[in-house]
């Protein structure tokens, strides 16, 4: 089971505030596919946001497969200067 | 409104062009002449990227107007190097990184070139006021005043 | 990727000439406004005069009429938008976009577009502009974030709902969204904190700055076909954005990239492209627009004004215990403030267990607010590093070692999730801590400032194409905008790879049509991901001409070795007996081997390690006037590896007088009517030259593990840390904190005088 | 509108009598750091440019130190710059000449043009003014002579009737032990315009009492002003620190500023007795070696 943050303001907004999850999924696109099936319409706004796996920011994480002891963080977008 | 004709000399040579009364000097050069070294930052003589000499004279040339340029002489970034060989301040701002984006360039160029000429051994504090017309946003003008410094030596001790 | 751990690099972390140097010292470089082709118009805006209201009318017959007008255009010449951001479009809602470039209905800034000419000369169309009526409804407006945030604040858009609250507000609002995050519990820690300093700071909106305004020229074919040149951060965003506003198919639309003379951030968005290409379509002929520096600080992308509260507790041996921060942002008349990094980022530099920040974005009527280096960073720092110097003083501890006692290092839990790898914040701040600065004694109304800074520093898409001629010298090619010297350092890379002299290397920008995809060049990523692309299309070259020799020598290629440019026969392998092969040997029979050496590669890059920064400085205030002068100033920054470390101190140099010049002269200055004031080099005072002393610089190399050779991006962070350096240094000085910016000479005095 | 009639005439009679004659508005133009400014920016539009600088009595430097200088009214403030005996008799005057802008303004900007820009906040003006200088001004009935601060009346605008425009400017013949300074507040070192400026004529006597001074100050109301107060508190003193109080007091009491982006009515008079006191300081010290 992967360990899954959504930091405070996705889960306010979708997951009546609860941030941590244990999931057991494969990669991150079938996170993101699992996450909206539990709250609906969060995946359009993980998908537009960045995400760590293991404390490295995955720019394209959609098919980064997600081990079994993982930690994934689902942040805001960051636009540089 | 009838567009002037005007006769000056541009870099050395003998140039005929026409303008409107309200083209600028910097218009002329880049629109007209094809000389587009010299760029327009501001237009109103506050960043000094369009630098040139004016009969010897540095000066915005966003403020003379083509019109006024009748029998004077003007040089630009255009003509600093010496045939195929760069001018000593040319080099160094290659060789000391002294640009970034490169705009503010000829403009630093020109107006280094003049100061030397008229103080070929500037204090740092005297080349940063000389300069102080020319707007760097990339630099911090670090680079900048010290390859100026180091080119007014190299230039002091090759005499 | 092969590992480079220990190599002896030969040309990375070398000062090479710059191989775009020469055009640029002779004028020979071209940037956008330099394009000049046959029978091309003047493009000119007409833009709002009011900082809010509804447009009536808009009658365009007399300028038509004008001769010598060959298009005029407004919004209605723009297709319609989808209001709202569609998945796939990073965020961009282009309907705001494309109102942004073109007003629709109504003008929300003093500087909107609302109308666009192209004639046969620059004369004729302004005279063209003035011959456009535009009826206008004026409608009250604001400008000061808190103002906008209040109920019965003038309402810019009606479709604006706060999003990250709950309930979800049934009525539209300027505010556009709240965010939060935290660590810990931040309001119950501070019981635990012997000191608590809580303050609320106000900062001015700034502008990038760049010296060269927004140009463009545009161009149709007859067979439908659009060519734009211009200077940007990505003209593969120009592409995709222009497409998409005017409906084209994105290969129909191919961007030149021109030099670009300056962007830190302003030149990542367009602003006057598809308005160009717009006229060049309806005129059939080409447009030229280029931007004066008016219309460049009135309608392009300039930085946020904020409004910040922060809060830090800590023990008496400054340990800190908690903190708390809301983040007010200013986003323009559309939303797009940086107040998401801003918050990321705010509290960077230190490891806090407790910490909760929450951050707001407002619309105003002020021009879109965008992308300015380290977006939203310096002004959160400006608030951090202010209180920790106040509790330093207070606590009577220096304020080196409250930044080492709590300084975030590697295995720090940050705020917004993961946790950092190798940084190099200690060794920043022990490196400033060993400055012989710190020996010099300050004489009366001088003060010495110090703060810290962080930054994340990106990755994300990078193509290149590395080509090997028939006579063994390379051209490669990436797409990613050169606005600091990238094409120095890409050279230096590939040759380090190729094991090549870097004068055989020559390194272009390719325009759309040429390279693969590109990401804009922001976020400090290009010498870190474009250079990870070049590495590894130079490392595919090197793998062709390995399994090439190993089929010439009749090998298998392990025993084929890629050393100082020469495929070599591996010690001990069957090829013992083999001369080595050099890139040019090997090139030349290239026709009988298999034909042209072409390494590509694209890539998006993870990885990208955060940058840390600390500067001090000295200052002297004129206690009489309040003016201030900067005496010293020294920035040390973690590079990870410098790969032209000329570039890398440019890089810290210019981000350092950027930030002086934000801390104590740079703001808009807005009338009672909405209208900026200074909308010029004159009145917008950014540092001159005699305003500034040496900048010291100091390059740590702390490896990226995300890079190969170890790079972390680093033109970004180094704006971060003068906001606050310069009014620690200020306040050390006079005894009098401005929490303020800028810090004018008015503010100053008049601080001064209070204290008495 | 698309242009203007340009002229450049040789003579001031010629340049008077296109002046005169011009139908609609018509603008003279020396260095052009402010004219082209304006035209740039549509604030100017005016029918006829008489470009004086092809007249030679105004590029020229006449007189000397004992006799009184005259500054023809298109030399530039590098040529005044670089004129020593000038720059040794009037410091002052020639260091607010020296301010106005940059290395590449000063190659254009000219002492006439600064006056007859009328901005409160002319570098230029407040060092003339003190200095006692008097604008000889050409037009349709011959010339006449003014004192410098009678010429402008209010921003932007100037007593000269049509057809005038400034020919030159006398300075007045310098006693010894005389001397001037100029000071200005800007927030950077260079390229702004003054939030205050002040300038200090003073004549010392051989036991160093002051027995003649002005006092002007710039940015702290609509013209330059000369301030009789501020004078009059260093008359007869020995320009000590007692003095220099007396002065800075009366100096702050005659501004009349406004709040504007550039400065607060506050700090503007606060700042104006800060640097009539310094510049009051300069000038005594170079009074002193002034022979």
């Known amino acids: ?81 | ?159 | 990727m092969a590992g480079y751990e220990g190599k002896q690099f030969k040309w990375v972390g070398t000062r090479p000439v710059r191989p775009d140097g020469v055009d640029k010292v002779t004028g020979r470089a071209n940037y956008g406004a330099d394009i000049n082709l046959a029978g091309q118009l003047t493009g000119r805006i007409l833009r709002s005069p009011h900082a809010h209201a509804k447009i009536l009318s808009i009658d365009t017959s007399k300028a038509e009429k004008l001769a010598g007008v060959k298009a005029v255009i407004t919004a209605k010449d723009f297709p319609a938008m989808h209001n709202g951001v569609l998945p796939g479009d990073e965020g961009v809602n282009f309907h705001y976009l494309s109102s942004n470039i073109m007003a629709r209905g109504k003008v929300l800034y003093d500087g909107h577009a609302v109308a666009a000419v192209a004639a046969t000369s620059a004369a004729i169309a302004e005279e063209a502009l003035a011959l456009i009526d535009v009826k206008y409804e004026v409608l009250p407006h604001v400008i000061d974030v808190d103002e906008s945030m209040q109920p019965g604040a003038p309402l810019l858009h009606e479709d604006i709902f706060t999003t990250g609250v709950n309930p979800k507000p049934e009525k539209p609002s300027n505010v556009v969204q709240r965010i939060q995050m935290a660590l810990g519990d931040a309001n119950a820690a501070f019981k635990d904190a012997d000191i608590v300093v809580e303050r609320s700071f106000k900062t001015k909106a700034v502008h990038q700055g760049y010296i060269e305004p927004h140009a463009v020229v545009a161009e149709w074919s007859e067979d439908g076909q659009c060519r734009v040149w211009c200077s940007s951060q990505g003209h593969f965003m120009v592409r995709a954005m222009t497409a998409r506003l005017l409906k084209m198919e994105v290969a129909q639309v191919r961007v030149m990239p021109m030099e670009i003379g300056g962007g830190f951030g302003g030149k990542t968005i367009v602003f006057i492209e598809p308005t160009a290409v717009l006229l060049a379509r309806k005129a059939e002929r080409p447009v030229r627009v280029v931007m004066s520096r008016d219309e460049v600080f009135r309608a392009t992308g300039p930085a946020p004004g904020t409004s910040i509260d922060v809060k830090i507790g800590a023990k008496k041996d400054g340990t800190l215990v908690a903190a708390t921060g809301e983040f007010r942002y200013q986003a323009g008349a559309f939303p797009g403030s940086p107040v998401g990094p801003a918050c990321m980022a705010a509290f960077g530099p230190y490891a806090l267990a407790n910490l909760q920040v929450v951050g707001y974005e407002a619309v105003t009527n002020r021009p879109l607010c965008y992308s300015y280096r380290a977006p939203g960073a310096p002004l959160a720092s400006f608030a951090v590093e202010s209180i920790i110097d106040e509790i330093s003083q207070k606590l009577n501890i220096d304020p080196m070692e409250i930044r080492i006692k709590n300084g975030s290092k590697e295995g720090t839990q940050m705020v917004y999730g993961p946790k950092l790898k190798a940084v190099g914040n200690l060794e920043c701040l022990k490196a400033i801590q060993n400055h012989p600065i710190n020996k010099i004694p300050l004489g009366p109304n001088q003060g010495r400032g110090l703060a810290a800074g962080f930054w994340f520093n990106l990755g994300g898409q990078s193509s290149a194409v590395v080509n090997i001629a028939e006579d063994g010298t390379a051209t490669i090619m990436t797409g990613s905008p050169d606005i600091g010297g990238s094409r120095a350092s890409m050279a230096q890379m590939a040759a380090e790879v190729l094991g090549i002299d870097y004068a055989k290397v020559r390194p272009i920008v390719g325009d759309t049509s040429a390279v693969g995809f590109c990401e804009i060049t922001h976020g400090s990523r290009v010498t870190f991901a474009t250079g990870m692309a070049i590495i590894e299309a130079a490392e595919s070259v090197v793998k062709q001409c390995r399994e090439r020799v190993a089929k010439m020598w009749e090998v298998d290629v392990d025993s084929v070795i890629w050393e100082d440019g020469h495929a070599r026969p591996a010690p001990g392998s069957t090829a013992d007996n083999q001369k080595p092969l050099s890139l040019a040997q090997i090139a030349a029979k290239a026709s009988r081997t298999g034909g042209p050496l072409v390494g590509s590669a694209a890539i998006n890059a993870g990885g990208a390690g955060p940058a840390f920064g600390v500067h001090i400085c000295d200052v002297e205030v004129d206690p009489e006037t309040g003016g201030v002068t900067v005496l010293r100033y020294v920035a040390a920054q973690d590079a990870g590896k410098a790969i032209h470390p000329s570039y890398v101190e440019g890089q810290i140099q210019g981000g350092v007088a950027q930030g002086i010049g934000w801390a104590l002269n740079e703001e808009y200055i807005y009338g009672a009517d909405g209208r900026m004031q200074n909308s010029g080099f004159l009145d917008y005072r950014i540092p001159v030259a005699s305003d500034l002393p040496m900048i010291d610089t100091l390059i740590l190399e702390v490896p990226n593990p995300g890079h190969p050779f170890g790079v972390r991006g680093v033109g970004e962070v180094p704006i971060v840390p003068p906001l606050g350096a310069i009014a620690n240094a200020i306040a050390r000085a006079t005894g009098a904190r401005l929490f303020d910016l800028p810090m004018s000479p008015p503010k100053i005095l008049a601080a001064i005088d209070a204290k008495k | ?291």
């Not at chain 1, 009546?16 to 999931?23: E, M, P, V």
């Not at chain 2, 640009?99 to 500037?122: D, I, R, S, Y």
């Not at chain 4, 740039?40 to 105004?58: F, M, Q, T, W, Y």
Request: aromatic share 4%.
């Open chain 2, 1 to 159: 409104m009838s567009k002037f004709h005007i006769t000056a000399t541009v870099n050395g040579e003998a140039v005929e062009y026409l303008c409107d009364p309200k083209q600028t000097l910097l218009d002329v050069l880049r629109d007209e002449l094809n000389l587009t070294g010299s760029k327009e930052g501001c237009s109103t003589g506050d960043c000094g990227a369009c630098s040139v000499t004016l009969d010897g004279r540095l000066v915005c040339s966003c403020l003379v107007l083509g019109v006024e340029m009748q029998g004077r002489s003007v040089e630009t970034i255009e003509n600093m190097t010496e045939g195929k060989t760069l001018h000593p301040l040319q080099q160094k701002f290659l060789e000391a990184a002294a640009l970034q984006c490169g705009f503010c360039t000829p403009g630093f160029l020109v107006a280094a070139k003049a100061l030397l000429e008229n103080n070929p051994n500037p204090t740092e504090s005297e080349a940063r006021y000389w300069l102080a017309g020319n707007l760097c946003r990339c630099t911090g003008y670090d680079k900048i005043i010290r390859a100026v410094l180091e080119t007014a030596a190299d230039m002091r001790g090759a005499k």
């Open chain 1, 1 to 81: 089971m992967a360990r899954i943050v959504l930091g405070d303001e996705f889960g306010r907004q979708y997951a009546g505030g609860q941030t941590h999850f244990d999931l057991d999924v494969r990669n991150v696109r079938h996170l993101i596919r699992t996450l909206d099936d539990m709250f609906p319409g969060i995946g359009e706004q993980l998908e537009a946001g960045a995400i760590a796996i293991d404390n490295e920011i995955i720019p394209d994480p959609w098919l980064n497969p997600i081990k079994p002891d993982s930690e994934v963080f689902f942040l805001p977008a960051i636009k540089g200067g």
């Open chain 4, 1 to 291: 509108m698309s242009g203007f009639q340009y002229e450049a005439p040789t003579t001031v009679d010629a340049a008077v009598g296109l002046l005169a004659g011009a139908k609609g508005s018509a603008r003279v133009l020396a260095g052009g750091t402010d004219l082209l400014v304006q035209l740039r920016s549509g604030a100017a539009n005016p029918d006829l440019v008489v470009d004086i600088k092809r007249i030679g009595e105004l590029r020229q430097i006449g007189g000397s130190a004992a006799s009184g200088f005259v500054i023809g009214a298109a030399v530039t403030g590098a040529e005044i710059g670089e004129h020593k005996e000038l720059a040794k008799a009037w410091p002052g005057m020639v260091e607010g000449m020296e301010l106005i802008g940059s290395t590449q303004i000063q190659g254009r900007a000219t002492p006439g043009g600064n006056l007859c820009n009328a901005s409160p906040a002319g570098d230029c003006t407040p060092g003339l003014v003190a200095a006692g200088a008097i604008a000889v001004i050409a037009g349709p009935n011959g010339r006449r002579e003014v004192p410098v601060e009678q010429v402008p009346v209010s921003p932007g605008k100037t007593s000269l009737a049509k057809g005038e425009f400034v020919v030159a400017i006398k300075l007045p013949p310098r006693a010894k032990n005389s001397s001037d300074a100029y000071l200005r507040m800007i927030p950077r070192t260079e390229m702004d315009i003054a939030i205050v400026g002040a300038a200090v004529n003073l004549t010392l006597d051989a036991s160093g009492t002051c027995t003649a001074a002005r006092v002007s100050l710039g940015a702290v109301a609509p013209v330059v002003l000369l301030v009789d107060a501020a004078a009059k508190a260093l008359i007869g003193s020995k320009v000590d620190d007692a003095a220099l109080a007396k002065l800075a007091s009366a100096a702050s009491a005659a501004c009349k500023p406004i709040d504007d982006k550039r400065g607060t009515i506050e700090y503007r008079t606060k700042v104006a007795g800060v640097l009539a006191r310094r510049a009051a300081i300069i000038a005594r010290d170079r009074a002193r070696s002034y022979t």
